[in-house]
């Protein structure tokens, strides 16, 4: 089959998954090209569009119609503000939309969006880390910890967060926590590293990490300019992974933890719960209130409100609970996060 695949290529979630598709398309025989949203010409019959899932996107839709065939793997963080009597209703119901979780099924069913299945994201499980990175991140790492020095043996933890910065993601409570952790930890044999991939947005992270005075804390503020083989360095060498969004269209991070055995704390609510496994694959932590929040006039978004203490305790356990195994676990979960996975998505044109 021939397809092509576009994407607005700034936006580095869906840029990623694109290529993603890609890859296993091609390896499957089927011809595709990659094409970002701005493209004035798409030459093919059969459109494969990732994005999320907001009216302006489904008006863009209509300029494919009704000669190409169009599946739309869209993603939704809430609930898409859209007219019930509107050319983007009348889109929708003339293309195929496949979602990534239940919670963004429900999110589009609940505004009247038809949605045609579920498929969920994969990751190839085989992808390489940058073993000069590696090599680099844990020098560095040792070094700063008085008690280890150079003895090799011996793991610092390293609590991480990837995410972007916006005001759903959460990044002040991932850094409160941070505090929190590097002062019950503080007189520990091996006191955590921080690492937050992360850049520039709506939470001042290094003038609050100065403010909190918090020590072992790299801020990379170089999102969206890292190659992905020295992202899954940090995924390889974390302890714990962190997702500390109050919402989600599905959680990427957390499958990419994943592949290399690594658990996840996040919020107990969709769509983390869908793929986080309590006590097996991951931490979930109480939700203590649900906010509907009205976001760049786009979506109504559902802020699940958590404590930064019970984001702290959720890490402390982790670290301190390193010989407990959850690696067979999670080992056994991510069999359902394949690359294949979306080979799926060719049933639905």
Known sequence: MKIGIVAPFQVISHRIVANRILSVLRSEGHECEIYDFESERIPVDNILYVGTVVSEILSYMARFLPDKNVVFYGTAEGFPLIDPICIEKEV????????????????????????????????????DYDHKFAEWLRTSF?????????????KTPMVLCIAGNQERKGLDRFILASKLVSRELRGSELPPWFVLHSGGGFVNV???????????????????????????????????????????????????????????????????????????????????????????????IPMHLYSVDDLADSIIRLIRDQTRDLTMQIREAKKEYILKNYIKLLDYF
């Open 92 to 127: 929708a119901n003339k293309i195929k939309i496949v979602v990534p979780s239940d919670f963004t099924k429900m999110c589009l069913e609940a505004v009247g969006i038809a949605v045609d299945g579920v498929v969920r994201h994969g990751i190839d499980m085989e992808e």
């Open 142 to 154: 040792y070094r700063g910890c008085r008690k280890c020095g150079d003895r090799a043996q011996l």
């Open 206 to 300: 290094a003038k609050m990490i100065s403010d909190l005075e918090i020590e072992r804390f790299w801020f990379t503020n170089s999102y969206g300019r890292m190659p992905m083989a020295k992202i899954n360095t940090f995924y390889r060498l974390c302890t714990v992974n962190v997702l500390p969004s109050y919402s989600e269209g599905f959680g990427l991070t957390t499958i990419e933890a994943m592949r290399y055995d690594k658990p996840t704390v996040a919020v107990n609510a969709q769509p983390m719960n869908e793929i986080i496994e309590d006590g097996k694959t991951g931490l979930l932590i109480p939700c203590k209130k649900v906010e509907q929040v009205k976001y760049m006039d786009r979506w109504f």
